[in-house]
T-cell receptor, first 113, second 112 residues
């Protein structure tokens, strides 16, 4: 069984530029999460999907961040425009249901210069 | 409020036991987790415990839960150099749709 796949692994952009991250969850997993992990800290939830519905986006900075999960499978997370403080690792995770084990991808390390 | 606290560093010798501690604040937590993160990798779930349990053992891992003190610990027996990583404690509570809160992580150094 393939794990959670994220791309790209690394991204360096200049501030004010847009950036997008892509996540392919494990097949059959209805719940998908996007987390942000700042250096030396634990992951913080940005958004959680149940199938194609965003059920918890309370921590998503909606002025510049957006996410979508069309057809309830793959998901993209976008930042536009990026700020220096957005530099972090963006982790995607998926689980069969919201209360079961979440499997994490390797993450996308974003550096905004 | 929601908060999970861990000590930042732990150093042990190979073969010794490691004990990583965590405190949490929300008494309504339903699940408590331990994740492992190696450099450049995502988080790997090591084990979890339901809030109605006191202990769970899985091979070299032992989780102890003290609900009264809201204290969770992870003991790794016979610690190996491959256990060097960051260990995250996390709590998940039913209120708010099982939102999971992570601690800042404990960096475990294993000396050969």
């Amino acid at each position: 069984e393939a794990g959670v796949v994220q791309s790209p692994r690394y991204k360096i952009i200049e501030k004010k530029q847009p950036v997008a991250f892509w996540c392919n969850p494990i097949s059959g997993h209805n719940t998908l999460y996007w987390y942000r992990q700042n250096l030396g800290q634990g992951p913080e939830l940005l958004i959680r999907y149940e199938n194609e519905e965003a059920v918890d986006d309370s921590q998503l900075p909606k002025d510049r961040f957006s996410a979508e999960r069309l057809k309830g499978v793959d998901s993209t997370l976008k930042i536009q425009p990026a700020e220096l403080g957005d530099s972090a690792v963006y982790l995607c995770a998926s689980s069969r249901e919201e209360v079961t084990e979440a499997f994490f991808g390797q993450g996308t390390r974003l550096t905004v210069v | 409020g929601e908060d999970v606290e861990q000590s930042l560093f732990l150093s042990v010798r190979e073969g010794d036991s490691s004990v990583i501690n965590c405190t949490y604040t929300d008494s309504s937590s339903t699940y408590l987790y331990w994740y492992k993160q190696e450099p450049g990798a995502g988080l790997q779930l090591l084990t979890y415990i339901f809030s109605n349990m006191d202990m769970k053992q899985d091979q070299r891992l032992t989780v102890l839960l003290n609900k009264k003190d809201k204290h969770l610990s992870l003991r790794i027996a016979d610690t190996q150099t491959g256990d060097s990583a960051i260990y995250f404690c996390a709590e998940s509570m039913e209120t708010g749709g099982f939102k999971t809160i992570f601690g800042a992580g404990t960096r475990l150094f294993v000396k050969a």
